[in-house]
Structure formats: structure tokens, C-alpha cells
């Protein structure tokens, strides 16, 4: 039997035990658990930590108990980093993205075009690279990542302007990115202009024409009903957008020995659960989207390339002055072994 297959076998029985486990025993362990995002049957922060609380709940036969507060209720991702950092909550689930400003190497995971598929992805961020760089961020910010998720797998562009097929359709056009400045770089290095923002704004700028387009993963971009207002969409899947689930240090650290593996397995299910839904949806999603009216194209190899030469030595170059060398290096280094493991 697969490891895979195994690990199916035990969500099944986990999470058909679910109502019964928990009331085996009173709570000894409270964490507090936020997040941003609200919709339930779709959200890749919801899934994740739906899982993960009924996963650790299980685990723990009850006494760990996790209060979910869903939908930016305590606040917006950079206030869950802090309030984690400090112990205000215990855990949340954020973007990665978010996480490069308390802790920089992390941005190697958003170098341009570096993940073909989403399986090389995965075997990325579960390498031992990924293992190394994990425990010297839990070291230098007290953040310990416990689930290694997804925000709707690639970002990709769309526009409301015309439709784009290579770099050379970039120019001039107007996209909302988010407050980081590897993004900001990534698309001005394509010849656009690069806006930004929070994502409860872009809607609203998108409607009025203050930016012309937006890159987020299909599944964001129907939560937060871009389609309404954006008329073409190029897969160039210029980033794979991880989020992670992260657990203030100390109160891990703290717990003991069986309740902390029951955490940590917990994430690891969290994982699984997230990505593969997260993959039913995207098909999903594209059909919806097209059913709205979204000229949606998929470029072609050689365009990809023509993408990624305009971008990524940029962002490695830059990202030589931000992060120690040997973070680019090794996860180069990991992505092309899982090439070489999963391609044919």
C-alpha cells in the first residue's frame, strides 16, 4: 500500500471519528487559530484549518481544543504574524508572500517561474531544503510552520484592457499586487505597472479603472469576484502562491512530547486535505470563470519562456541582496531534483 493511499485510509477514519473523539476528554491546551478569509466551501485558509483543528482535536483525543476565527475578524495577516509572535494567539494561517517581511529567505519560494507543476511544487516544500529553512525560521522569529499549503495554487494575470499572449502585452497596463517588493520588481520587469494594495480594495479599482488587472490564483479570483469586472485572463502561473499554517514557538515548545506530535501530524493532514481540494476546485473554477465571460488563455511553451527570461534573473539578482546566497542556491538546487524525480 502507498503512503499516499495509507494517508487517505487514515482522513477517513479520522474524520468519521471526529464527533466522538473530541468529547473524550476535557481540553487542557486552548490555541486560538485566525485568518482572513471567510467563504467555507471554497477558501484554501478555511479548508486548511477546518482540517487542521479537527485533525489535532482527534489526535490529541480531545485535549487539544482550537477555536477558529475566520473571515480577518482579529485583524489582517501581517496583525496574525505579530499577535502569534507575541502569544496574543497561537496559530494562523497566512500567505507566504506575507511572511518575507519577519522572515526574508522565504521569498525564494516566489522566484518567477521556478515551479512547473504543482507536484514539483509540493516536492519542494517538503524537502529536507524545505525542513532546514522551516526550523531557522521557528529559531529567528518564534514561527513554527506546521501546514505548508496553498492560496489557490498559481497566480496568473488579468486584465480588463486586452488580451495577453507574451511580455511585449504587459506594457503599460496597470495590475494591483500585493505590498511586496518582489511582486512589485516581478512586474515591472514585464513592462507593467505595478500597484499596491489590499485585496478588500481591488475590486473597487479594478470596477473604476484606477488598475487594469490583478494576479492571483483562479480560485481568489472567484472568491473575490474578479470575473465581474475583468475581461481576460493569461495562465502563465507566474508564481505558486503558498500560505502557511504557523504556531507561536514557545507554546509549542511548551506542550508536551505526544501533544506536540499530535500538532505536527496535524499539519501534515491539513496539508493534504487542502491541497487536493484546493486542485478539485481549480478545474471547477476555470469552467466557471469562462462561464462568466473570461477569455482565458494558456500560453504557449515558448511564451512561458519569454516570461520567464524577462523575470527571473531579475528577482534572483535582487534577491541576492536581501537573502543569504545559499537559500537561492540550494532551492534551485531542490526544484531541479524534483524535475529530475517527477518528469519524464
Known sequence: MTKITMSCLILMVLFFLYPFAVLANEAEHTIKFAYVEAAKDTSP????????????EILSNGKIEVVLYGGGILGDTESFIEQVQEGVIQMAHVAGA?????????QVFSIPYMFK????????LDSEFADNMFEDMADKTGLRIVMRGENGGFRSFTNSVRP???PGDMKGLKFRVMN??????????????????????????????????????????????????????????????????????DFFQNLPHDMKN?????????????????RELEASTLEFLKEKG?????????????????TQPVIIEWLKDQVDERWITNILEATKQAENDLLF
Open 45 to 56: 485558509e478555511h479548508i486548511g484549518a477546518t482540517a487542521f483543528k479537527q485533525a489535532v
Open 98 to 106: 506575507k511572511l518575507s517581511g519577519f522572515y526574508p529567505p522565504i
Open 117 to 124: 507543476t504543482h507536484t514539483i511544487a509540493y516536492d519542494v
Open 164 to 166: 495577453i499572449k507574451n
Open 180 to 249: 511586496i517588493p518582489l511582486l512589485v520588481k516581478m512586474t515591472e520587469a514585464l513592462g507593467a505597472s505595478a500597484t499596491p494594495m489590499g485585496i478588500t480594495e481591488v475590486y473597487t479599482s479594478l470596477q473604476t479603472g484606477l488598475i487594469d488587472g490583478q494576479e492571483n490564483a483562479p480560485l481568489i479570483t472567484r472568491i473575490w469576484g474578479f470575473q465581474e469586472v475583468q475581461n481576460y485572463y493569461i495562465l502563465d502561473k507566474h508564481l505558486y502562491s503558498t500560505t502557511f499554517q504557523v504556531i507561536n514557538e
Open 262 to 278: 499530535a500538532v505536527l501530524e496535524a499539519g501534515r493532514i491539513a496539508t493534504i486535505i487542502e491541497r487536493g481540494r484546493v
Open 294 to 310: 473570461m477569455d482565458i488563455y494558456s500560453p504557449t511553451t515558448e511564451e512561458l519562456n519569454e516570461f520567464k527570461q524577462k
